[in-house]
């Protein structure tokens, strides 16, 4: 069935995106924290 193909393709791209989502926020949340860490030794 193509359509099943098609759906498949578009739940793989919103996962795609919610993982780079993730991985985004995960960088920031460690930015953070070594800032946190820079200012404590400080």
């Known amino acids: 069935m193509p359509g ?4 498949d393709s578009r739940i793989n791209l919103i996962l795609f995106k919610a993982e780079r989502r993730g991985a985004q926020t995960v960088q920031i949340v460690q930015q953070a924290m070594t800032t946190q860490n820079q200012v404590k030794m400080i």
Do not use: E
């Open 4 to 7: 099943s193909v098609v759906h």
